[in-house]
Each structure stands twice: as structure tokens, then as C-alpha cells.
């Protein structure tokens, strides 16, 4: 399997897609001001204390405070907690020697409202972002993540990945971080630290810890709500957690993050640097990649694959719901339980890509053509299993029940990723009627006009439907587009862009920042007369 990155950095947000063997398996929208991302660590300060929810309400900026279990302060909340009184009083960060640890572990079925009150300063972390009406959901029980570990500071104990089955493997890692952690930190070892050697890890670790004393030196001086530390831009985490041998390709748009994505490949992958490509060409990148297309096809309400059948995707509030459908199979086979079978173990590898795709997390619950066969309902919910063993999100997943239904509860730490795949048409906004579309170029010209003669703008690329590039591209030597170059400036470009609808157009500067029409109409009267 070939995996692929593709990053596209626009002035307002950055998109990352992720093919795998040249299908699109994962993608992430990022807008370059974010906040509240997952990772991030803010110092909060406690609004309300809930002790019928046995949770507290915490200020950290947003426009709705977060949520803070007491079940998510975890094991060494004493300790920070201890920590947070001497700087508020000492205004300095005191060593880790010189606060007591005793009776510090809280007890798992406590009250929150023991050791929490409001106006309480707290360093949280978001665990999941704010999603439909809800603020963020937040954990006092810090974590830094690295690519072959996650360092967890004020404990003292080294835990290695499940996922790493040899026991010779286990022991050495175990007895290499033991030897060589400082005092008061915790070590939780990734898979990827397999056949990792000792100055690697050591390399990290210290990158980690010095991450960590960073952030604590920025205590006496901050006041809450106040974010501490913002977690490395999505690209950089998805490539933290992915990354490995299938990657051929990373393709960015963008020179600063071509040159922090190198560098971080470089860092993790030692010659392998080159894999990291900076795309220069004039048409979108996602166009370019053949993503824009995949995009539109794979998102919406009804999703088609093979062989005619498809996914019917529905959202509510508690929870996603995916009905199966045959489609025309039924009609090209006389063997019921044999179609259903193929149907449903197709429909299985949609839903696992769909699932990593679109984000979708809480609970999913699937409606597959009914089976008769025990063994085949076996069958399926063994190979769900399989196509879900990569996916990064923590899941479960329960056997098909009597009513042939499959219930899946996955983690949701962000919204689900929606994309409205429709076009509305920009000219008549859904009333039906538009002006003739003959005279849409007249329009563009119009706007090439007043951009030039009025704004003073002369280097711009025009983005329009591909159909509408094509038409003014037509004729070598005497096309629209070359007719607007020589009577208006040299410096316009006509670009086709598959994310537009078949009347919209979009105006790029030099610097790919959208140009405002600003006073077309009045400017256009004012040319007029």
C-alpha cells in the first residue's frame, strides 16, 4: 500500500488529504487562526462547580466554558494542583523536589466538589474540541505526544504500547527509558519506538522535556484564561501519527510549510526528507491531485460503490445511522443470502473508509441487508473488525444483532468533517431562474474592467468552472482569455477550478489572497458615463 500527503495551504485555512494506493482515506480542514484544538493547553480558571454532574465548568476562553469530569483530573491532579498554589504565591516555578507528595492521589469515586471550588486556577488540556452546542471537554491530566512516546509529566512510571506484542521488544524499551528518564516524568512508549536505538529515544525525550519546561516557564506571568501551549498544526500531527515506510509522497503548496513539514520529516525519518514536494503549478492543488473530484463523490447523503450498490448516511444529534441498499444487484442474481453476503462485506470496507474520511465518532449504528446465515453474520462483523484494526480512533465495535443491525461507538474528539457536495446556483440562489449565460463572460469582463481601471489591480488569476475556462480558452490564438489579456493586463491568468459552480468565478492576487470587488456597480456607472 502507497500512502500520500497532500497539503493545501490557503491564506484561511489548510486542507490535508491523505490517499492511500491513490484513494482518498482521511481529510482534515484546518483554519489557520483555530483554537481549541485538541492537544492544546490552556490555564483555566473554574467557573462553576456541579456536584450533581460531579464535573465543573472551566474558563479558557471560549465563548462557552468547558466541561471538566472529575474523573478526567487524573492521578497526579494533587501534585499540579500543589504546583499551581506555589507559583500563584512565589510567582516563580518551584522544583519538583520541593513539593510534598503526600496524600496527593485522589480517590476514584470522590466529589469534585472536595478539591475544586470556584476561582480555582487549573492548567487543563483539550481532550475534544467544541462541537455543535457543547465547549470544549477538558483533562487536567497532561500528556506532550512525540512520535515514539508521550511524555506525562509529575509521575515516575514507563508504560509500553499494547500494539508492541514481542516481550523481548517490551523488556528493552521498558529497561532503556527507565535508564535514562528524568525523575517525576512519565513515559508512555508508542508502537513506532520498535527498533528504535537508545540515542533516538534519548533525542526525543529530552526535545519533550525541554517542550514541557517551556510551557511551565510561561505560569508566573500568565493569567487566566490563557493558552500555554498550542499543539504543533495538524499536518504535523497527522505525519507524527502516520508516518511510516508507505509514504512515497508529501505534497505542499505552500514554502514555509514545505520547509517546517522537511524538516520535521528529516527529523523522524533521516534521509528520507525528499519524499516532500513543494507544487508549483498554476491549477489548484487538490484539482491537480485528482482530490476535488473524490471529494464530491464520496461526501453527501448517498454514497455509491460497487457494482451499483451504496451507503445512505444520516446524522442526528445522538448518534450517526448508515442504511445498506443492494441497488440493482438484487436483479443480477437469483442467490439472495449470496448477494446480501457480498453486498454487506463491500458496504463494510465504504463504512471503515467512511468512518476515517468524514471523522464521524459517538455512536453508529448500521443497517445491513438481512443475512440468514449465522456464519455469515460472524463472518462480517470479523471483517469489520479487520478493516478497523488501523483506524486511529479508539473504537468498538458489537456483533450484528436479531434485527441484522451492527452498532459501533467511535471516538469523537472534533465535529464530524461535513461537506455540502450540492451547488447552489450563485446567480438565482435557488429560485430557478437566472440570467441568460451567454452573458456571464460580458460579466467577467466587466469585472476584469473595473479591477484594472478602477482598483488598480493588473496581476490577478480569475478561478472559474472548468467548462467556463474551456469555452474562453477556446481558439489558439485569438481565445477570450487572450483578448482580456491584451486590452486590459498582461499580468490575468484564467484558471479552471473544479470546486466552483457552473456561474461562479473567484479573483486570486499575486499573494493567493481573494481580491474584494469593492463599488463594482458604482464604478461601472461611473466608466459608463
Known amino acids: 500500500m502507497d500512502s500520500e500527503l497532500i497539503v493545501d495551504v490557503k491564506p484561511n485555512e489548510v486542507s490535508m488529504a491523505m490517499l492511500e494506493d491513490q484513494k482518498l482515506v482521511e481529510l482534515q480542514r484546518e483554519q489557520r487562526d483555530s483554537a481549541f484544538a485538541v492537544g492544546d493547553i490552556y490555564l ?11 464535573a465543573a465548568f472551566v474558563d479558557v476562553g471560549y465563548k462557552k466554558d468547558a466541561f471538566l469530569h472529575y474523573l478526567d483530573l487524573g492521578p497526579t491532579f494533587g501534585l499540579q494542583k500543589r504546583l499551581m498554589e506555589m507559583v500563584a ?25 472536595d478539591v475544586l471550588k470556584a476561582g480555582d486556577i487549573l492548567m487543563v488540556q483539550i481532550v475534544k474540541e467544541p462541537i455543535s452546542t457543547k465547549g470544549p471537554r477538558l483533562t487536567t491530566d497532561i500528556s506532550l505526544a512525540g512520535r515514539n512516546m508521550v511524555l506525562v509529566p509529575m509521575a515516575d512510571k514507563v508504560s509500553i504500547s499494547q500494539k508492541i506484542q514481542s516481550t523481548e521488544e517490551r523488556e528493552r524499551l521498558r529497561q532503556l527509558i527507565l535508564s535514562i528518564k528524568p525523575k517525576f516524568f512519565s513515559f508512555i512508549i508508542r508502537t513506532s519506538a520498535q527498533g528504535k536505538r537508545a540515542s533516538e529515544l534519548d533525542k526525543e525525550m529530552h ?37 511510516n515506510a508507505s509514504y512515497k509522497s508529501i505534497h505542499v503548496n505552500d514554502k514555509p510549510f514545505y520547509e517546517d513539514i522537511r524538516e520535521y520529516v ?36 448517498t454514497v455509491t460503490y460497487k ?68 456464519q455469515h453474520r460472524q463472518q462480517l462483523y470479523e471483517h469489520m473488525v479487520k478493516l478497523m484494526a488501523n483506524d486511529r480512533a479508539r473504537h468498538n465495535i458489537l456483533p450484528l444483532s436479531k434485527f441484522g443491525l451492527m452498532q459501533i461507538t467511535r471516538q469523537r474528539v472534533r465535529p464530524a468533517m461535513q461537506i455540502n457536495i450540492e451547488e447552489k446556483c ?62 486590459y493586463s498582461k499580468g490575468l491568468r484564467v484558471l479552471p477550478n473544479e470546486s466552483l459552480s457552473f456561474l461562479e468565478y473567484k479573483i486570486y492576487d499575486r499573494e493567493g489572497n481573494e481580491v474584494e470587488i469593492i463599488d463594482f456597480e458604482e464604478g461601472r456607472r461611473n466608466y459608463d458615463d
Open 44 to 54: 483555566g480558571k473554574v467557573k462553576k462547580v456541579m456536584p450533581g454532574l460531579n
Open 89 to 113: 504565591t512565589q510567582k516563580q516555578i518551584p522544583s519538583m523536589n520541593k513539593i510534598k507528595a503526600e496524600n496527593v492521589e485522589l480517590p476514584k469515586d470522590g466529589k469534585i466538589g
Open 307 to 374: 457494482s451499483g450498490a451504496y451507503l445512505i448516511i444520516e446524522q442526528t444529534e445522538a448518534m450517526h445511522v448508515v442504511d445498506v441498499n443492494s441497488g440493482n444487484r438484487s436483479r443480477n442474481s437469483s442467490e439472495q443470502e449470496n448477494t446480501a453476503v457480498d453486498v454487506n462485506m463491500s458496504a463494510a470496507e465504504e463504512l471503515a473508509r467512511q468512518l476515517r474520511l468524514r471523522d464521524m465518532g459517538g455512536i453508529i449504528v448500521v443497517d445491513f441487508i438481512d443475512m440468514h446465515e449465522a
Open 266 to 301: 528529516e527529523m523522524i525519518a533521516p534521509g528520507r526528507e525528499d519524499i516532500v514536494q513543494l507544487y508549483k503549478g498554476e491549477l489548484p492543488l487538490f484539482d491537480q491531485m485528482g482530490i476535488t473530484k473524490q471529494i464530491k463523490a464520496l461526501f453527501g447523503r
Open 426 to 487: 450563485p446567480t438565482c440562489l435557488g429560485t430557478g431562474k437566472i440570467k441568460s449565460s451567454i452573458l456571464f463572460t460580458d460579466r467577467l469582463e466587466e469585472i476584469i474592467s473595473h479591477l484594472v481601471r478602477v482598483q488598480k489591480v493588473t496581476h490577478f488569476t480569475m478561478h472559474v468552472h472548468p467548462y467556463v475556462a474551456a469555452y474562453l480558452k477556446k481558439g489558439l490564438l485569438n481565445s477570450i482569455a487572450k483578448q482580456w489579456k491584451s486590452r
Open 207 to 243: 526535545r519533550l522535556v525541554r517542550r514541557w519546561e517551556d510551557l511551565l516557564s510561561k505560569l508566573p506571568k500568565a493569567k487566566a484564561p490563557k493558552l500555554i501551549y498550542q499543539e504543533p498544526s495538524r499536518a504535523l500531527g497527522l505525519l507524527r501519527d502516520t508516518f
